[in-house]
T-cell receptor, first 115, second 114 residues
Framework: DTAVSQTPKYLVTQMGNDKSIKCEQN?????MYWYKQDSKKFLKIMFS???????INETVPNRFSPKSPDKAHLNLHINSLELGDSAVYFC??????????????FGPGTRLTVL | AQSVTQLGSHVSVSEGALVLLRCNYS??????LFWYVQYPNQGLQLLLK??????LVKGINGFEAEFKKSETSFHLTKPSAHMSDAAEYFC????????????FGKGTRLHILP
C-alpha cells in the first residue's frame, strides 16, 4: 500500500490555465506538507497543515491555494499558471506537528510542466 | 535563521570505496539534523536523524553520520559504496526548541563508478 500518494504524476499544461494536484496519506499522520523542487533539485517548503489547520505558509504567490478537506488529504490548486511554476511538487506527511524531529514521508512527486 | 551547506553538488566514488558527503549547518539553537535520500524519479526518504541522544547516528543501508558541534558538521559516511547508492542526498536542519519547518540543503548527487 502506498503511504503517500499524489495524482497526477505528470502534468503538462499551457500558461494561464488552472490546475490541481491531489495528495493522500494513509499513515494516520497529523501533518501534511507541500514542497517545490526546482530544476536544480532545490527543495523548498510551501505549506504545511496540521489537522486541517494551516501552519506554515511560505512566501508563495496567492495563485497557489492549498486545501485540506480532512487530515488525510492535502490538495494544491494553482491558478493562472506561469512558466516559472514548472517544477516537481512533493507532498509529505509526518506524525505530530511540523518540523521538530519527526520523520517526513514523501510522495512520489508531480512533475508540472508549463508551456 | 538556520541553514545547511552541502559541499559539492556532485561526488563520484568507486564501487567499494568510502562514501563521504559533507554537510555543515548554521543554527543559533540546538538543531535537529537529518539526511534524506532521493532515488531517481522518487520522493525523499529518511536515512538517519540526529536528535541529541548520540553524536554518532546509524541509519539505513549502512550509512552513518557524526554530529560535531565544534565543527558545526554532520557529514554522512558509508564504508563501502554500492551501485544502488547512486542518488541525490539532502542534509536538513530544524530547530530543536520549536515545532518548525525543516530547511533542506541543495543536495549532493552521488555517482558510483564501476
Amino acid at each position: 500500500d502506498t503511504a503517500v500518494s499524489q495524482t497526477p504524476k505528470y502534468l503538462v499544461t499551457q500558461m494561464g490555465n488552472d490546475k490541481s494536484i491531489k495528495c493522500e496519506q494513509n499513515l494516520g499522520h497529523d501533518t501534511m506538507y507541500w514542497y517545490k523542487q526546482d530544476s536544480k533539485k532545490f527543495l523548498k517548503i510551501m505549506f504545511s497543515y496540521n489537522n486541517k489547520e494551516l501552519i506554515i505558509n511560505e512566501t508563495v504567490p496567492n495563485r497557489f491555494s492549498p486545501k485540506s478537506p480532512d487530515k488525510a488529504h492535502l490538495n494544491l490548486h494553482i491558478n493562472s499558471l506561469e512558466l516559472g511554476d514548472s517544477a516537481v511538487y512533493f507532498c509529505a506527511s509526518s506524525q505530530g506537528k511540523t518540523g521538530g524531529n519527526n520523520e517526513q514521508f514523501f510522495g512520489p512527486g508531480t512533475r508540472l510542466t508549463v508551456l | 535563521a538556520q541553514s545547511v551547506t552541502q559541499l559539492g553538488s556532485h561526488v563520484s566514488v568507486s564501487e567499494g570505496a568510502l562514501v563521504l558527503l559533507r554537510c555543515n549547518y548554521s543554527s543559533s539553537v540546538p538543531p535537529y539534523l537529518f539526511w534524506y535520500v532521493q532515488y531517481p524519479n522518487q520522493g525523499l526518504q529518511l536515512l538517519l536523524k540526529y536528535t541529541s541522544a548520540a553524536t554518532l547516528v546509524k541509519g539505513i543501508n549502512g550509512f552513518e553520520a557524526e554530529f560535531k558541534k565544534s565543527e558545526t558538521s554532520f557529514h554522512l559516511t558509508k564504508p563501502s559504496a554500492h551501485m544502488s547508492d547512486a542518488a541525490e542526498y539532502f542534509c536538513a536542519v530544524s530547530d530543536m526548541r520549536r515545532d518548525d519547518k525543516i530547511i533542506f540543503g541543495k543536495g549532493t548527487r552521488l555517482h558510483i563508478l564501476p
